[in-house]
C-alpha cells in the first residue's frame, strides 16, 4: 500500500497570511493525488485533483503542486473560513490511501 | 445539485450486519463511479470501496475485504454498502462519494455520512 505522510500535523496562522502543507508519498503517484478540506461536523469537500487542477468554485488562493512522491497544497492569502483540516489522498493504486491529516488553526 | 443521502446506520453488535443505503439525485449515476469512505470519531478518513459506472468491477480496502460487499441499482439511483461480520473498529461514520475520473479516482462530492456504531 502507499503511504502518505502529510506535514505539519498542526499549523497555527493568521489572517492574511500565507500557508503551505506538504504531503509525501511512500513510491511514485505521478500526478494522481487530491486535497480535501474538512470542516468540524462536515463531509470533506474536494480543493485539488490531479495534482495541481483547482476544483470548480474553489477560491483561487489554493494552489497545489508536486509529482512524483512530494507534493504541497499552498493557501497564499488565509481567509477565516479557511481554518479547517485538510487530507491528501493518493489515486494512483487501490486501495486508495489519505494522509492522516494536518490541522490549521487560528493564531 | 449533486444529492447524496445516507441511510441504515445504527447500532449493532459485533459480529452482526448492516445494510447501507445510498440515494442519488441531481447528477447520471448510472454514468458515475461511487465509493464508501469512512471516518471512525476523531480519526482521519479512510477510503472503504469502490463501484464503477456498471457495478461489473469492485475494489476494496483490506480492512473490509471479504465482510463488505458494495452494489449498485441504477434503475433506483441507489448505491449500497452490505456490512457483514462487524467489528468495533468499523465504528464511524459513512460517506456516500460520487467519484470524479479523471485519469484517477477522486472523491467529488459527498454526502453528509452516516453513523455506524459497533458495540455491545
Known amino acids: 500500500d502507499i503511504q502518505m505522510t502529510q506535514s505539519p500535523s498542526s499549523v497555527s496562522a493568521s489572517v492574511g497570511d500565507r500557508v503551505t502543507i506538504t504531503c509525501r508519498a511512500s513510491q511514485d503517484i505521478s500526478s494522481r493525488l487530491a486535497w480535501y478540506q474538512q470542516k468540524p461536523g462536515k463531509a470533506p469537500k474536494i480543493l485539488i485533483y490531479s495534482a495541481s487542477s483547482l476544483q470548480s468554485g474553489v477560491p483561487s488562493r489554493f494552489s497545489g503542486s508536486g509529482s512524483g512522491t512530494d507534493f504541497t497544497l499552498t493557501i497564499s492569502s488565509l481567509q477565516p473560513e479557511d481554518f479547517a483540516t485538510y487530507y491528501c489522498?493518493?489515486?494512483?493504486?487501490?486501495?486508495?490511501?489519505f494522509g492522516q491529516g494536518t490541522r490549521l488553526e487560528i493564531k | 445539485e449533486v444529492h447524496l443521502l445516507e441511510s441504515g446506520g445504527d447500532l449493532v453488535q459485533p459480529g452482526g450486519s448492516l445494510r447501507l443505503s445510498c440515494a442519488a439525485s441531481?447528477?447520471?449515476?448510472?454514468?458515475?463511479?461511487m465509493s464508501w469512505v469512512r471516518q471512525a470519531p476523531g480519526r482521519g478518513l479512510e477510503w472503504v470501496a469502490v463501484i464503477t459506472t456498471s457495478g461489473t468491477s469492485t475494489f476494496y480496502a483490506d480492512s473490509v475485504k471479504g465482510r463488505f460487499t458494495i452494489s449498485r441499482d441504477n434503475s433506483k439511483n441507489t448505491l449500497f454498502l452490505q456490512m457483514n461480520n462487524l467489528r468495533a473498529e468499523d465504528t464511524a461514520l459513512y460517506y456516500c462519494?460520487?467519484?470524479?475520473?479523471?485519469?484517477?479516482?477522486?472523491?467529488?462530492?459527498w454526502g453528509q455520512g452516516i453513523l455506524v456504531s459497533v458495540s455491545s
Open positions: 489522498q493518493q489515486a494512483k493504486n487501490f486501495p486508495i490511501t
Open positions: 462519494v460520487k467519484v470524479l475520473v479523471v485519469g484517477a479516482s477522486y472523491f467529488e462530492n
Open positions: 441531481g447528477f447520471p449515476f448510472y454514468n458515475s463511479g
